[in-house]
């Protein structure tokens, strides 16, 4: 189970920084 909570914990992080850059570069690209 403590698995799987940091499987999930990890795929969001993911997913922010890649939202995060794409809007970092779409303001500054």
Do not use: H, N, P, W
């Not at 403590?2 to 779409?26: H, N, P, W, Y």
Request: glycine share 6%; aromatic share 14%; charged share 15%.
């Amino acid at each position: 189970m403590s698995q799987r909570i940091e499987d999930i914990k990890f795929m969001a992080t993911m997913s922010f920084v890649t939202l995060f850059g794409t809007c970092l570069t779409a303001l500054f690209g």
